[in-house]
């Protein structure tokens, strides 16, 4: 079993930023894919951003450019880097790692980011 941890959710005001992590561990297989999704109140979970062990990432339009999705693959830990936040991103953000030898999916729990002012 794969457990998966974020942190860094928080209260932001429209323009600021923050910065999330999550770690995936419990697991002597490797981390395939990592990455972002979110989920608003009333709305289906959607994806933020991925990130191979490649390197090779993918956004949503919504956040091209204004977030960054970083990977530590020895640490088996994403990073995302939310830039110029707005109202419409606030959701509850879960962080997604995929185990590579059978390609199952885990999530994390959630964390909050709310921007407001």
């Known amino acids: 079993q794969v457990q998966v941890v974020e942190s860094g959710g928080g209260l932001v005001q429209p323009g600021g930023s923050l910065r999330l992590s999550c770690a995936a561990s419990g697991t002597s297989f490797s981390i395939s894919r990592m990455g972002w999704y979110r989920q608003a109140p009333g709305n289906q979970r959607e994806l933020v951003a991925t990130?191979?062990?490649?390197?090779?990432?993918n956004y949503a339009n919504s956040v091209r450019g204004r977030f960054t999705i970083s990977r530590d693959n020895a640490k088996n830990t994403v990073y995302l880097q939310m830039n110029s936040l707005k109202p419409e991103d606030t959701a509850v953000y879960y962080c997604n790692a995929r185990r590579a030898v059978d390609m199952t999916d885990f999530w994390g729990q959630g964390t909050q980011v709310t921007v407001s002012s």
């Open positions: 990130i191979t062990s490649g390197g090779r990432t």
